[in-house]
């Protein structure tokens, strides 16, 4: 057949930034399926709309998710992408790879799709993009002698992700990686077979700069802190202050707690500080977290389907996560939630809308945790208190 | 004979990210001291053992080739040890420990097409999401409009003009916002702006009704018999178009070439820097899906860009920019037009109204 002239989706090909259509040019001389991808694209761009129909449910013997069925509506235009499934596959916490382990994917991924993928997704999984429902198994076979697996789709726990965390950031105020990791393997089964309500999801933040976007894209959000001191070199303050950087200004005057002074010498209020960054970021050579850390857990953000977006607000102000028993402390809580979130959650209701439909503090009673003010930004201002009897519970 | 099939592996998950670290980083690991920006894209992190690791980030598609992939494998066995790993906005970080290579790498990057930038307070890759290239619900493309964005917005990616702080950019092709663009400092998000048009014929044998009925947040949709089919109406006055329906029924389609477009919103973030992490608020309600090059969206983008640089203080989000200068000047100063789809008339939208005296009034 002869290529289809694509003179809308061409013009992208051109201008300083890199272009996703020159990556579908690198394949279509060798893969059919990407030169219809570009045909059918083209079509999109001349009608400004989209070409593909709902998902049909397409998988791996066991699992219940980890790829997403994608059909034409245009199949008897561009046989080649009557099926184009995508497969997502868990990413290795923090986004490392050897050059190895990439070349092993992408000689895997030629063999058995389109060859385009995306490096990452929004959740983080490595996604293949583009397969037949013939190609799924071979293509599973192959990442999991190679090592990999696949990730979370559908009603389940979705792939965790963590930022870069203690592998190359002086700001983690735990292992992120160590964390991701750990609950990734605990949870394989939440994972791979959707038995919840509705998506959930981790994300693993190594300081309050959360660089992964946890308070708005994680179910659970887990946000490193510290609770004591913020480590200041007094020296460097003054490198800093002769390299020309107007302390007053840019640090004291913009910390949003007023705790921080400056004569000559660096003095922070600690227990007055808020842990919002500021000072160490423009100062990171000065100013460090304190050695006391941890994280703070933050509950129930989303995005607006269906009851509105949410962010995640915090749970607990402050736990240790570093070793075995705290881990098991932390998955104990996780699995309390799960488990009241299972049995009260509406169909493709978060866990964010439950809470809101049925009371934080309803909540807190269920899954075990104290009201704490550390929760709120003000308490209630309407009048309209569900008082419980002395004695009762809820 | 057939071969005896090989024992199936399942729940492994991901490989050991230790496996994928590089030495420095192994030894270093959770032992780093402090980092500096050395030039646009360029970025040095020193342990407390003196040990200095080099990264260079190179702006990515994020829809990208297995050939690209090889390329990328290729530089990191020629200048990092075989390492390198992606970030959260996918963008690619090369890791050096020989500052003398990081030139040549440079030069490589650019050669293949990848320009280095996106650090500190510049604009990074922008989070999107697959739009006409992979999703059924698109209300426009993705890939499209941030390739015809960043080509814009290259000078402030690459360091060359110079923004107040750091600022992030992301699509969303529909409301399911898989992009989880509602805290960006600007967010692009593709709309539908009609109710779905009911395929009454063929509803009963796609959908459940009741799941229908259920997945609409207004309670728009209700049961009915139409023309003889079991069906549902949707109550068009309820209707503000999120597409739940469309998500769990596929005979309630909504895309549309004529009335589907693109929103921009504006001042949300995630970081607890400064400020709490906040949403973005609407600036500009609708703007016309024009591809190939969408030059609505990217004039909009930009200017809204340059007020903000030409405008705000040091360390200053678009949102706390925002913030300072009060909703009145934002709309004067970026010349956008505020209308009545400005004002929430959504659940609980009393909590942005203005609920005071506080007004500014112009001097001049």
Partial sequence: MAKRETPMIDELRKGPYPSFVNEMYKLQGRKPMVQDLLGQLEDSYEQRIGHWKHGGIVGVMGYGGGVIGRYSDLSDKYP?????????????????????????????????????????????????????????????????????????????MRTPSACVGPARCEWACYDTLKLCYNLTQEFQDELHRPMFPYKFKFKCAGCPNDCVASIARADMSIIGTWKDAIQIDQAEVEKYAKAGLDIEGAVVAKCPSQCISYNGKLTIDDGECVHCMHCLNVMPKALRPGRERGATLLLGSKAPIMEGALL??????????????????????????????????????????????????????????????????????????????????? | MAEAPAKRITDIGPPHFEKFLPPIVKKNYGKWKYHEILKPGVMVHTAESGDKLYTVRAASPRLIAVDTIRMFADLADKYCGGHLRFTSRNNVEFLLTDPSKIDALVADLAKEGFPIGGLGAQISNIVHTQGWVHCHSAATDASGVVKSVMDALMPYFKGEKRLP??????????????????????????????????????????????????????GAIRPANVDGFESVTVEEQLCMYCANCYTVCPAMPLNNPDTDGLSIWVGGKVSNARSEPRFSKLAIPFLPNNPPRWPEVVQAVTNIIEVYAANARNFERIGDWIERIGWPRFFKLTGIQFTRYHIDDFKHAGWTFKRSAHIKFDQD
């Fill in chain 1, 80 to 156: 080649n992408v009557a099926h184009f499934h995508t497969m997502r596959i868990n990413q290795p916490a923090g986004w490392f790879y050897t050059s190895q382990a990439l070349r092993t994917l992408a000689d895997i991924w030629e063999r058995h799709g389109s060859g385009l993928t995306n490096m990452h997704g929004s959740t983080g999984d490595i996604v293949f993009l583009g397969t037949t429902t013939a190609e799924l198994e071979p293509t599973f076979a192959e990442l999991t002698a190679a090592g990999f697996d696949l990730g979370g789709s559908g009603s389940c």
């Fill in chain 1, 312 to 394: 995640s607000s915090v749970i607990v102000p402050f736990i240790n996560i570093d070793d075995p028993e705290e881990y098991e402390q932390f998955k104990e809580l996780v699995r309390r939630i799960w488990e009241f979130w299972d049995e009260n959650g509406k169909n493709r209701e978060r866990v964010g809308e439950l809470i809101q439909r049925i009371g934080m503090p309803t909540f807190l009673d269920a899954v075990g945790l104290d009201p704490e003010p550390e929760m709120i930004s003000a308490p209630r201002d309407n009048p309209y208190i569900f008082f419980q009897p002395e004695g009762e519970e809820a």
């Fill in chain 2, 165 to 218: 702080a750091k600022t992030r950019v992301a699509l969303a092709c529909c409301l399911n916002m898989c992009g989880a663009v509602h805290c960006s400092d600007i967010a692009i998000l593709g709309v539908h702006t009609r109710p779905p048009k009911v395929k009454n014929d063929v509803l009963k044998k796609l959908c459940e009704v009741p799941t229908t009925v259920a997945a609409c947040p207004t």
